[in-house]
Each structure stands twice: as structure tokens, then as C-alpha cells.
């Protein structure tokens, strides 16, 4: 039972006379209480009580009957005129401290001419004459055996309910014990399990720096020949700004040449009256030229004097060689003339095309590698002849 018992008095009158009982308690039928005992009502446990562990009340109900036992064992000997009226049991949760706290001494005080005997399974002889039930019209009032009986039944109750909360809280200790134990287990498992992940991290974490180390390298080299590439397509852009310009000006020297060209063509275009003139020197040079193979064909016999120059004969003869010898000083010079100027164009053009990589400009490339193998072969050619 979980709630504290506690004996309390209903008179002082002495035990010959009869007293009243009170209105409040209720009997019950015959065989199922003794006589003199009255029902103990039950009430709802309050919060105070609720917050009292369970095995510390069964505990103290489990000290009560020992300290009972020995006070009713020492005093034995105490005479019967000192009993009292007997007690009822009644459930006194609802009353006061101050109450609880006397209830030990009025327990003892109607148990001192009982001997404390525990139930057995055969009852004795006593125990049968405590169990008759009291005569309807009697006088006398219930004795303390039957008060003795039922608290022994009551401790009886409470010795088995204390052994079921001794067997539950061993069950829960072994309950409890073997949740440590798993719990062990399970903090080793875990343990070794973050030690395993901890040590899988350690790994993947030196693996990311190690590859990070070596994108940084990978890095560092691309930008290296980021910079070179870069400094190649500047020097790339300049040699196309350098060749643009190149270009730009041999085409301004090629129509340059060409106006030279033409000037040079239109000037040693001879006329028409220089053509009749020149005509009509070779008519006279191609007459002379038969005449004197006539006159060289009319042999003159040998060892004959030769007859006296006439003075107008190599007059004509001198004046005919010197025309012939200004014509062809006159043609030289107007080819020497041409020659020059055509020679210094195509120096003037060797000089402009000099370093130039002439393979990619077909025909033109050719011919000006063609001119320039002349141009070396007349240089050779003058230095020899001079």
C-alpha cells in the first residue's frame, strides 16, 4: 500500500463501558473483516506524495514492523490493566502533519500485551479466537489480536509488495545494466567509427591539397605561356602592321616604275622625220659601201705609182667617214643613254626589293630574281672589260 497508515483513538473511556461508534465509518458483513475493524477508505494521492518515490515509502513501511516487533517484545510483562480501548485503522492522508507524526506511538501503545508472532500457513489457537467474530450484544470491544492480525495481513501485503519492487527494480537494474552494456558497445562501435571517418577525412583532405598543389602548379605554368603566347601575337600583330606597310610601299615603288617605264619608252620613241633621216643615212652609208667595193674590185696593176690623191677626192672620202663615225657615235650615245637609265631603275628596284622573301610573289618574284642575276652579270662584265 502506498499510502502511510496511522492508529488513531476514538475515546478515553475505560474499557468495562460501552462506547459509540462513529457515524462515518461503515461496517462491513460478516467473514469478510473482523470485528471492531472498519473499512480504510482510499483517497486520490496528492502531489506531494506522488513526488515520494515508491521504494523509499516501502522502505519505511518495511522498518515500521520491526521497530513494532521490538517494542512489543520488551514489553511483555506489562500488566493487562493498562490496556486501552482498541484502535481502528483508518486512512489518514488527509489529516495533518501533527497527526502523522504521533502515529507510531498510539500503534504501540495497543499492541503492548500482543506478542509479535509472524502468520504462518497453520493457525494456532489464538489466532482462531482472534478470527471469532464478537457477539452482536456484547459489551466487551474488539481485542488487540484482531487489530494484530490485520496489520500483520497488512504487512504481509506490504512484504509482497515490497518484493515486487525489489524484483523490479532488479529487473530494471538488469534492464539498466544491460542497457550500459549496449550503450558501451554502441560508443566503441561509434567511436571507432568517427575514428575511421576521421581518419577517411585526413585522407581526402591531403588528397584535395595535394591535387590543389598541383593545379596551383598547372596554373602557374599556363599563365606562363598565357604571357608568351601573348607576346607572340603582339609580335605577330607588329610583323602584319610591318608587312601591310611593306606592301603598301612596293606597290607605290611598282607604280612608280611603271610611270618610269612609260616616260623612258615615250621619250626613245624616235620621230618620224629621225626615221627618213636615218633612212636616208643608211641609203647613202649602203651607196658608199658599194662604191668603195667597186673600186677595190678594179684592181690597179702592180708596181704602178699611185697616182696623186686628188685634194677633192679624200676630202669627200674623209667627210663620208666622219658622218658614218658621228652616226654610230650619235646611236651609241642615245643607247648608252637608255642603258643608263634602265640599269639605274632596276637598281633603284634591286635595292627596294633587297631582304624581301620573293617566293610568294610568283612571276614578279622570278623576274626580279631573273634582273638581279643580270644586274651581277653586267657588274662582272664591266669590271672586266675596264
Known amino acids: 500500500m502506498a499510502r502511510s497508515l496511522r492508529l488513531r483513538e476514538q475515546d478515553n473511556t475505560p474499557v468495562g463501558r460501552r462506547r ?3 457515524a462515518a465509518k461503515k461496517k462491513v458483513a460478516k467473514g469478510n473483516v473482523k470485528a471492531g475493524v472498519s473499512i480504510v477508505r482510499k483517497r486520490t494521492a496528492t502531489k506531494s506524495e506522488e513526488s515520494i518515490e515508491r521504494p523509499t515509502k516501502v522502505a519505511k513501511k518495511v522498518r515500521f514492523p520491526t521497530d513494532i516487533s521490538r517494542k512489543v517484545n520488551s514489553e511483555e510483562s506489562d500488566s493487562a490493566a493498562e490496556q486501552v480501548a482498541p484502535k481502528d485503522i483508518i486512512d489518514t492522508s488527509d489529516s495533518d502533519d501533527a497527526e502523522s507524526a504521533a502515529q507510531p506511538a498510539n500503534m504501540l501503545a495497543g499492541l503492548r500485551t500482543e506478542q509479535w508472532k509472524w502468520p504462518s500457513s497453520v493457525p494456532t489457537n489464538q489466532d482462531k479466537d482472534a478470527e471469532q467474530p464478537a457477539a452482536p450484544n456484547s459489551d466487551k470491544e474488539p481485542s488487540a489480536g484482531s487489530s494484530t492480525n490485520f496489520i500483520i495481513i497488512e504487512m504481509q501485503k506490504l512484504q509482497n509488495e515490497f518484493e515486487a519492487e525489489q524484483n523490479t527494480t532488479k529487473s530494471l537494474q538488469a534492464d539498466l545494466q544491460k542497457s550500459k552494456v549496449t550503450a558501451a558497445l554502441e560508443q566503441q562501435k561509434m567511436r571507432a567509427k568517427y575514428e575511421q571517418d576521421i581518419a577517411k577525412l585526413t585522407k581526402d583532405i591531403d588528397s584535395e591539397k595535394q591535387q590543389g598543389e598541383s593545379v596551383m602548379l598547372q596554373c602557374a605554368e599556363l599563365r606562363t605561356q598565357l604571357k608568351i603566347h601573348q607576346e607572340d601575337a603582339a609580335k605577330y600583330t607588329k610583323l602584319i602592321e610591318d608587312y601591310q606597310e611593306l606592301k603598301s610601299q612596293y ?10 617605264r612609260q616616260s623612258i619608252f615615250k621619250s626613245n620613241e624616235p620621230t618620224e622625220e629621225q626615221v627618213k633621216s ?9 651607196n658608199e659601201i658599194q662604191t668603195s667595193k667597186s673600186a677595190a674590185s678594179n684592181g690597179v696593176p702592180k708596181f704602178a705609182p699611185p697616182p696623186s690623191p686628188a685634194p677633192s677626192s679624200t676630202f669627200s672620202f674623209s667627210s663620208d667617214e666622219g658622218k658614218k663615225e658621228e652616226n654610230v657615235r650619235t646611236m651609241y650615245t642615245k643607247l648608252r643613254r637608255q642603258y643608263d637609265i634602265l640599269a639605274s631603275v632596276a637598281k633603284n628596284h634591286l635595292d627596294c626589293t633587297r631582304g624581301m622573301d620573293l617566293s610568294g610573289f610568283g612571276d614578279f618574284g622570278r623576274g626580279v630574281k631573273r634582273l638581279k642575276i643580270a644586274m651581277e652579270n653586267d657588274d662582272g662584265l664591266e669590271e672586266t672589260g675596264g
Open 251 to 260: 606597290e607605290e615603288e611598282q607604280r612608280s616604275h611603271a610611270e618610269i
Open 20 to 22: 459509540s461508534i462513529p
Open 278 to 286: 636615218m633612212q636616208a643615212k643608211n641609203g647613202r652609208l649602203v
